[in-house]
């Protein structure tokens, strides 16, 4: 009779921004030695994640596309959004539990930090009481975003708020108003409100924007000065604070 198979782990591994020399030892070497890599990407394309970690496989790699069933073509308010996203995370994560389950580890790519924004804690919330699951933290694109602009985003006693530009512009400018520090992501197509919030908030002449920090194509600009264009989903926005320094 043979032995049953040990239980497998599930790996949700932070890759950081997006550049690769960003990523921790742990990651780089969950990501070499993976026999099974599972990565989220958008039907039709390669994805970030997946990338990321172009040259640093092993040749016999098993690889595990996740695609969106969705992204910008439902309304985020539309109740069918979230019903096609849930069926979705329950089908993904039945595959990725029979893997483990099997005795196979599963290397999962997350861009950022696996619980920041992320995908991955989707997954996680349902993977947790199932199956073993070890978390790989990593740097944040906010960290590389600020980075970027060559200035400390905090001083002193500073509060460091962090909004997404899918919120509406009413609440945006709203915690806009009261942050010292302020982080705005997934900006993409939401630019225009994330820009009148802050015009209505009175920062629109301290805000920079950051295009794909860290990435061979990064761009950085002060925000008043960016045309109302379209903007890759990894934009971020940084509006410094202004605290007490020595």
């Not at 969950?30 to 970030?48: D, E, P, S, T």
């Not at 060559?150 to 500073?158: E, F, H, K």
Request: proline residues 6%; contains cysteine; neutral net charge.
């Amino acid at each position: 009779m043979r032995p049953a198979a040990q239980t497998g782990t599930v790996y949700g591994v932070g890759l950081g921004p997006g550049d690769p020399e960003l990523m921790s030892v742990r990651a780089d070497r969950l990501v070499r030695g993976a026999a099974h890599l599972a990565y989220f990407r958008k039907a039709g394309r390669a994805g970030r994640a997946r990338s990321t970690v172009n040259g640093l496989l092993r040749a016999d790699v098993r690889e595990i596309p996740m695609d969106y069933p969705v992204t910008t073509e439902i309304p985020l308010e539309d109740p069918a959004y979230a019903a096609r996203l849930a069926d979705f995370y329950a089908e993904t994560s039945t595959h990725l539990i029979e893997l483990a389950k099997s005795g196979s580890d599963v290397v999962v790519l997350c861009e950022g930090d696996p619980f920041f924004y992320g995908s991955f804690m989707h997954l996680y919330m349902r993977l947790r009481e199932r199956v073993p699951v070890s978390i790989v933290p990593a740097i944040t694109g906010m960290s590389a975003a600020w980075t970027a602009t060559g200035m400390p985003v905090t001083w002193g006693d500073d509060v460091l708020t962090v909004l997404t530009g899918t919120m509406t512009e009413d609440a945006l400018a709203r915690h806009m108003g009261a942050a010292d520090a302020l982080v705005v992501m997934k900006i993409g197509r939401n630019l225009p409100k994330v820009r009148a919030a802050l015009q209505a908030a009175g920062k629109l002449d301290r805000a920079w924007l950051v295009e794909c920090a860290s990435m061979t194509d990064e761009r950085v600009s002060p925000l008043a000065q960016a045309a109302d264009r379209a903007v890759p989903y990894f934009s971020i926005v940084i509006v410094h604070g202004q605290g007490r320094r020595p």
